[in-house]
């Protein structure tokens, strides 16, 4: 359910039933411990020292890096709330957020929590949060909920009515502008502005998303439905796609520009790589072509994968999209790219589709070309 990380080496992961797992040789190997009946949802490491977990029930436990024994803190006798997220900005001060808009903090190590209001309706889960340092701090859950504190939690307040009213699910701010917010049916949202603002951002494949982390504000990962991940190095403007394996509800943790770990179903834990994924589909033509024209997919019929050509004849903003027979926008090859004048073809790996009449669109600097037909047999 959440991965962190002291360093390349160590590593450490919570899940259900009180599951922990621990490398110190960067994931190659894992120890496993069970330290509660109770399922643990977040872990965070304060000062590469304290280790905290927190879960379901109220379940909030500590430990060192140079221990493995947990204790159940005095606290957590005392609460019966499902933990979603425990985040400390220092050895001393750190928060716990919860089902029914719960918080609690800390500036004693954990010593003392005292109970913040974050003023959401009592049915609001908190499902994630990030305080980036001992006053300014974000938070997302139900209703398209988004709530920010720039006090150290003494007050919460909605920055913008992004008018989501999906669950969101994580959360990841790079610096105190830059940050993303993902979420079910496709939604993934960026601001530029400290939270002011947020702005839609399409992704290939319209699914529930479970976490988004980004390394810096270029290079990030998103993970969805069915083991589905999408991978930008560009801020966002585009996106790779690959099947990780993992299983669904994927937990992310990216450890550089091109590599990630991946957390999945029944402990699975996966060092990924995309550092040979990154170059485009694009084939550009050497002649230049004198016409806009998009051409039928090839093979077609197809199962799973076609390519779809298409020609510019001069530098053009892109946009190239699949439909299925009901109009719902189901995959975004080329999302608005300012590409060079030539021949262009992209892949459509429908592997994740049923069998059916799809359509595909092109349009050039704002002006919709074209749209054809084609058929998926499996």
């Not at 305080?131 to 307040?157: E, F, P, R, V």
């Not at 909605?158 to 502008?177: A, Q």
């Not at 998103?222 to 801020?235: A, C, L, M, Q």
């Not at 230049?288 to 090839?298: E, F, G």
Request: glycine content about 10%; aromatic content about 8%.
């Amino acid at each position: 359910n959440d991965i962190e990380r002291f360093n390349t080496t160590n590593i450490i992961a919570v899940g259900d039933g009180g599951s922990v797992l621990t490398s110190n040789d960067g994931g190659s190997s894992w120890n496993y411990q069970e330290i509660s009946s109770r399922n643990l949802n977040s872990v965070c490491i304060t000062n590469n020292e304290i280790i905290w977990a927190a879960g379901s029930n109220g379940a909030l436990y500590k430990t060192t890096s140079s221990s493995d024994q947990w204790i159940n803190t005095k606290w957590s006798k005392n609460l019966t709330v499902n933990i979603n997220k425990i985040d400390f900005t220092d050895i001393n001060t750190g928060w716990i957020f919860g089902d029914g808009g719960f918080i609690m903090k800390t500036t004693t190590a954990g010593e003392e929590w005292s109970r913040q209001r974050s003023h959401l309706p009592e049915d609001t889960r908190i499902l994630d949060a990030q305080m980036l340092d001992a006053n300014t701090g974000y938070i997302a859950g139900d209703n398209g909920m988004i709530s920010k504190t720039t006090d150290g939690g003494i007050t919460w307040y909605r920055p913008v009515k992004t008018g989501i009213t999906n669950s969101l699910k994580s959360v990841c701010m790079v610096n105190n502008n830059t940050g993303w917010v993902c979420g079910n049916d496709g939604i993934l949202l960026k601001t530029t502005e400290g939270g002011t603002t947020w702005q839609r951002v399409p992704l290939p494949y319209i699914s529930d998303n479970y976490d988004v982390d980004f390394f810096d504000e270029l290079n990030g990962i998103v993970s969805s439905t069915d083991g589905k991940i999408y991978i930008t190095h560009d801020g966002g403007n585009s996106w790779n796609f690959d099947n990780s394996g993992a299983g669904d509800q994927l937990t992310l943790k990216m450890t550089s520009k091109n590599n990630s770990l991946i957390g999945g179903d029944f402990g699975s834990i996966l060092n990924y790589s995309d550092e040979k994924k990154t170059e485009s589909d694009d084939i550009e033509n050497i002649n230049n072509p004198t016409n806009i024209n998009l051409y039928q997919n090839h093979p077609n019929p197809f199962n799973p994968i076609t390519t779809i050509k298409f020609d510019i004849p001069v530098q053009s903003t892109v946009t190239l999209k699949v439909h299925d027979i009901t109009g719902r926008e189901i995959v975004i090859l080329v999302n608005n790219e300012n590409l060079a004048s030539g021949s262009h073809s992209k892949k459509f790996d429908a592997g994740m589709l049923s069998s059916g009449i799809y359509f595909y669109s092109l349009t050039v600097n704002g002006n919709p070309i074209s749209t054809k037909k084609m058929l998926l047999i499996k």
